[in-house]
T-cell receptor, first 112, second 114 residues
Framework: SQKIEQNSEALNIQEGKTATLTCNYTNYSPAYLQWYRQDPGRGPVFLLLIRENEKEKRKERLKVTFDTTLKQSLFHITASQPADSATYLCALNSDSWGKFQFGAGTQVVVTP | KAGVTQTPRYLIKTRGQQVTLSCSPISGHRSVSWYQQTPGQGLQFLFEYFSETQRNKGNFPGRFSGRQFSNSRSEMNVSTLELGDSALYLC?????????????FGPGTRLLVL
């Protein structure tokens, strides 16, 4: 069955460092991969989308890579700030309309 | 533009009861998706509606159902509630549900089943 795995352990990181999160998938051929941020008590908020034929995408301090051979996406937050503390979710879509599959998310805690 | 709204925000029910949750998408959005979020399972896809038709469905029992109205507002119904149905229920809207589109999530309805 299709499976999406994100590190369930919280990532504790010092302010200014780079946080790197992983999203691994099996039995899946996603054409698109999205990353979302979720704060406690709120719905997820879209951050970035990357296509299967793109290796890397950047937006401000965020960078996403997509390796279809390794079946993995990496999400980087550079120069992390306490305001970046949240749970980050990856979502995959195999080019079907209306159906996204989410990972369980990884919590990031940035300490001053 | 107003965001996605969900009502009610909190709900307490007992086992065996049924519940209806409501979602109003962003104006102009025709696709509405529903998700169940629990600490153990993460965000699980329930179903997606587009133009009043269920277009996609996740792996949930038939106790979970939904509908969409002509104004794109959507409702989700859970019958014969079980303790395991306690979760945060999120809806998300997008223009047409395309894989390149951004999904905009509401704040969710937190359901507690006692």
């Amino acid at each position: 069955s299709q499976k999406i795995e994100q590190n369930s352990e919280a990532l504790n990181i010092q302010e200014g460092k780079t946080a790197t999160l992983t999203c691994n998938y099996t039995n899946y051929s996603p054409a698109y991969l999205q990353w979302y941020r979720q704060d406690p008590g709120r719905g997820p908020v879209f951050l970035l989308l990357i296509r299967e034929n793109e290796k890397e995408k950047r937006k401000e301090r965020l960078k996403v890579t997509f390796d279809t051979t390794l079946k993995q996406s990496l999400f980087h937050i550079t120069a992390s700030q306490p305001a970046d503390s949240a749970t980050y979710l990856c979502a995959l879509n195999s080019d079907s309309w209306g159906k996204f599959q989410f990972g369980a998310g990884t919590q990031v805690v940035v300490t001053p | 533009k107003a965001g996605v709204t969900q009502t009610p925000r909190y709900l307490i029910k007992t086992r065996g009861q049924q519940v209806t949750l409501s979602c109003s998408p962003i104006s102009g959005h025709r696709s509405v998706s529903w998700y169940q979020q629990t600490p153990g399972q993460g965000l699980q896809f329930l179903f997606e509606y587009f133009s009043e038709t269920q277009r996609n469905k996740g792996n949930f029992p038939g106790r979970f159902s939904g509908r969409q109205f002509s104004n794109s507002r959507s409702e989700m119904n859970v019958s014969t509630l079980e303790l395991g149905d306690s979760a945060l229920y999120l809806c998300a809207s997008s223009l047409e549900g395309g894989p390149l589109e951004t999904q905009y999530f509401g704040p969710g309805t937190r359901l507690l089943v006692l």
